[in-house]
Each structure stands twice: as C-alpha cells, then as structure tokens.
C-alpha cells in the first residue's frame, strides 16, 4: 500500500508524533477523534482479512494505542461479535482513559492479563498493548502475554506496530508481537523495514486517517523506500568503452570463488570490460569458467598499477584476505584515488587503518563488518542500523550499504534509502560478492555512487527474489545471475 507518494516516506516516531501535533493543533482534528479514526480503520482491516471471523480478544496496554484497541473492541461489539478485551494495566488518562471508560460502559467483558491466567479462545487477536509510545523491552507481565500470545496459533492484526517492535530501529530489545497484519496509521514508521520487523509485521497496510495531504509538507521526512528504478535500454551506437571498465581485485588462495563471482555480476550488469587482479593459482580456473573475465595473476603492487591505469571503478576485497598479499594490493587500490567499492575484507582492513574517502567510494558492509568499522559490537549496530549506517557514512565518507534484511543506504549527506526487497534465501555465501560487482558496475557505467548502491542494492534483492520461486532453502549466489540480466533495464514492484 504505498501508492501515495509520502507513504514511501519512513518517519522516525518523534516526526509521526510533529504529525500527530500539526492534525490536532493545526487542523483541529481532536486526538480522540484520530484514535476513533485509528479504530475504525482497524476494525476495517480486521474484518477485510477475517471475513468469517465471530470472537475476538482484543489486548490493551496502558497507553494510547491500548486506547485503539478499546474502540476497536466497542465497534466489534456493535458489529455483533464476540469481544474480549484483556488488559495489561489500567489506561492512563486522557484519550486512551476515555476510550476505556467508554468500553466499560457499554459493559463490554474485561479481564486483567496476570500469569497464570489463559488466554480467551477467538478467531483473531488484536494486538494494542504498545505502539510508537514503546521506550524499553517490555516487563515480565508483558513479555509473557506477548510469548503466549505468540505460541497460541491464533492470528494477530498489530495496532499500529508490533508490540516490542521499535518503530524508530526495528529492533526488538525483548518479547514482540509476531503479527499476520498490521495496520499502522498516518505515517510509515521506519522501524517497521529492517532488522527484525520482517519477522514481526506480516502483510502491513497504512491508513492516513483521512487527514489532507497538507499534513505531511513541512515535517521532514527521516528515510525513504527504494523505489522502481530504470537503467533504461543501452544506446543503440555503444561500444564496450560505454560501458567502463571494472577492476576487481581480491581472490587470496582458497577464495578465487568470491572474486569469480564479483566478476561475473559485474558482467551481467553491463559493465563493458571485467579485469580480475588476482593470484596466479586461480587463473585457469577463472579463464575456464568464464572467459570473458579478464583475469590476471598478481604478485604485488608493481603488476597492480598497470591493470590500474586501464580500469574504471575498482571493486575490492572478495576473497582478498587480510594477509600481506592483500594488503598491498589493498593499499594500492585506495592510494590510486579511484573510485571504488569495498567489500569483506577490503572493510576488514580499513577498520584496521582508518581513513576517509574523497573520491565516490561505496562501502558494502553486514552488521558484522560495519561493528568492526565503527568499534562497536554487531549487537550494537543491529539496536540501531540507521544510526549505524549513518555514522558509517559520515565518519567514512562514502555511500554505505548495509546489508541484512532491511537493507540500508546510506549518504554521507544524511539522506538514507531502505530496500525492502530480497529474502531469507539470500542468506548464503557468495551474495556479498555479487553485490559488489552489480554496484561497481552501474558506477563503471557512469552511475553516482549514491545510485550505483541504491539501483545496486535494488537489482541485487530483486534478482534474489525472482531466483528464490523456486526455493529460498538452497538458492545459490550464482542463481542471480541470469535475473540480474533480465532485471538490468530496469525493476520494481510487481
Ligand atoms: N493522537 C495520537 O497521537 C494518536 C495515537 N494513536 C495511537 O497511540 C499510540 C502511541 O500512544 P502512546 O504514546 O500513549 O504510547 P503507547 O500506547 O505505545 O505506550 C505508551 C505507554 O506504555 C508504557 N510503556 C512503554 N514501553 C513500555 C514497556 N516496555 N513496558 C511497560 N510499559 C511501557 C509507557 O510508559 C506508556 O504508559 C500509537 O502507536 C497509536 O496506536 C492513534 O490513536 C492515532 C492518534
Ligand atoms: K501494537
């Protein structure tokens, strides 16, 4: 549901709540009047995916989207269904006081959740224990209704998030809400894209509440959704010099598979010319598989220069290794001042030796990677990727690109995308090694760094999604391939 253009726009919650200001105190749409909205679109929701369903139990936390859930359950009620409201304590005052009082008073059955207690039999449980107002992992009482909630099989609609899901960082500190659906309302919140959301959201839907357009200028917007994107057809007149000319330098004995595979997608996504720099041992393996591969055997930085003079764009570090070897081809590579990815290892050692780029460089780290750029530990960097894919790139002065479901891209400028394409099956050797040669490619082909990650990341979850119909459990790196060739004049949503 991201047909409106500011639904591709990822808030953080501290803007969804300026939003939630500007309706009140601008527009003079009273906060109980949105929470009624938020209800009804709900209620709406739930009845559109469970058609038949006839009871319900609705769970209710002590702030305003346990407010959602009281209204939600006034109107199943009025609709004839079975309702159970479960509540976690009582509602705080204002709105969701309101919204409670309201329940109770058309003597709607009420139960206080405490441990020992079972949880009521219905054919749908609405979630409305916490929403954007979650500030630490929820407590013992909660956390237990969340895991039986979670293991009793019925499915979920999530009010606004997943409880324990956090809407700004998609982390999940402790117990959350494994939701079929969610409905979320006003605003994309960017938790909901990365990190452990995939997990909790199910199918999630966007209600606007009805408010105008208006609403959205002027608060600004944190992230956006990667969008379409078209390479449009190659010129009829090209040559292959069009196309530049990609360096991928890596291959260390043992790994000729990675650099191979760098190769290889550098190929598929249009780059003119592919040169591998890499040890001599590999060569026959790498002519025979693929002869287009331009592969040479290099023993230091004096062969390196040479191959450096002709390329476009360098792609380093597949399989390169953190030995001497590759460490001088290393050093070479970022002392020649040429535009550049950076995968594996070639991050390894620049967290070793830190610098900062000046010319377009991409950096592809996983949250492994990224912790050791930024001294922190994958814990860390997986709490709060945004911020970790924003320091990155900031400190390192490159377009970062970090990896894992949700992932993240990330300009030194501040702006950030999130591909929300891309599958579990992608977890498996060799994907990295293919990213890097799709985005070195694109900037071979005359792409900005900042578009060459973006369409890279794009093409590269797109071609694993279109690989994975036949199976996520064993796809292989080199089954993207093929997609990405078919993909490369251009892809987006289905
Ligand atoms: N006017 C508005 O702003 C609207 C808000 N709406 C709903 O309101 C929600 C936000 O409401 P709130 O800001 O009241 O926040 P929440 O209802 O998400 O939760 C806040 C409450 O939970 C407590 N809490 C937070 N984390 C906890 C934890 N880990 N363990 C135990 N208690 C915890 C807080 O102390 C507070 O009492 C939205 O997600 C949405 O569902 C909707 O009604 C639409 C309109
Ligand atoms: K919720």
Not at 272 to 293: C, F, M, Q
Not at 360 to 368: I, R
Not at 369 to 379: M, P, S, V
Request: proline content about 4%.
């Amino acid at each position: 549901m991201h047909a409106d253009r500011h639904l591709r726009d990822l808030y953080t919650v501290e803007q969804v709540r300026a939003l939630d200001r500007r309706a009140i105190d601008e527009l003079g749409v009273s906060g109980f009047e949105l929470m009624n909205r938020a209800a009804t679109a709900a209620f709406a929701c739930l009845r559109r995916h469970w058609p038949h369903a006839r009871q319900i139990a609705v769970f209710c936390g002590p702030g305003n989207n346990g407010g959602d859930g009281y209204l939600i359950a006034g109107l199943a009620q009025d609709a004839g269904l079975g309702v159970e409201v479960v509540e976690l304590n009582d509602a705080g005052r204002g709105d969701a006081g309101l919204a409670r009082d309201a329940w109770q008073r058309s003597g709607g059955i009420t139960h206080r959740w405490h441990q020992d207690a079972s949880l009521p039999q219905a054919d749908v449980y609405v979630d409305a224990l916490y929403g954007t107002g979650l500030n630490r992992a929820p407590e013992a009482a909660a956390s237990t209704l969340i895991e039986r909630i979670n293991a009793s099989g019925i499915p979920v609609l999530a009010v606004d998030i997943p409880s324990g899901l956090n809407a700004d960082t998609g982390h999940c500190a402790g117990a959350a809400i494994r939701a079929q659906v969610t409905m979320s309302f006003i605003a994309a919140k960017r938790g909901m894209y990365t990190g452990q959301a995939a997990t909790q959201v199910g199918s999630l839907e966007i209600d606007t509440l009805g408010l105008p357009q208006l609403l959205w200028q002027g608060v600004p917007v944190d992230a956006t959704l990667l969008e379409a994107m078209h390479l449009g057809p190659r010129a009829r007149d090209a040559h292959k010099g069009d196309g530049g000319h990609v360096l991928a330098i890596g291959g260390d004995h043992g790994t000729a598979g990675a650099i191979r595979l760098c190769g290889e997608a550098a190929l598929r996504c249009g780059a003119g010319l592919v040169s591998i720099a890499t040890r001599s041992e590999n060569l026959t393996a790498l002519n025979s598989a693929r002869p287009e591969l331009m592969a040479h055997g290099v023993h230091g930085p004096q062969e390196l220069e040479t191959m450096l003079a002709r390329a476009t764009v360098l792609a380093v570090g597949p399989g390169l290794g953190q030995g001497a070897w590759g460490h001088a081809l290393w050093l070479t590579a970022l002392d020649s001042g040429m535009p550049l990815v950076l995968d594996a290892d070639g991050l390894n050692l620049l967290a070793r030796e830190q610098r900062c780029f000046t010319l377009p460089a991409v950096l592809t780290p996983h949250p492994g990677e990224a912790a050791r750029l930024l001294g922190k530990t994958n814990a860390e960097v997986q709490a709060d990727r945004f911020a970790a894919a924003r320091e990155l790139a900031r400190r390192y002065g490159a377009v970062v690109v970090l990896k894992g479901s949700g992932s993240l891209v990330a300009n030194p400028d501040g702006r950030l995308d999130v591909c929300t394409w891309g599958n579990p099956g992608m977890a498996s050797g060799g994907m990295g090694d293919l990213l890097t040669g799709v985005i070195a490619a694109l900037m071979a082909q005359g792409c900005s760094a900042w578009d060459a990650a973006r369409i890279g990341v794009g093409l590269h979850a797109r071609a694993g999604d279109v690989a994975a119909r036949k199976g996520e459990r064993g796809l292989l790196a080199s089954d993207l391939l093929d997609p990405l060739r078919a993909l490369g004049n251009g892809f987006g949503h289905d």
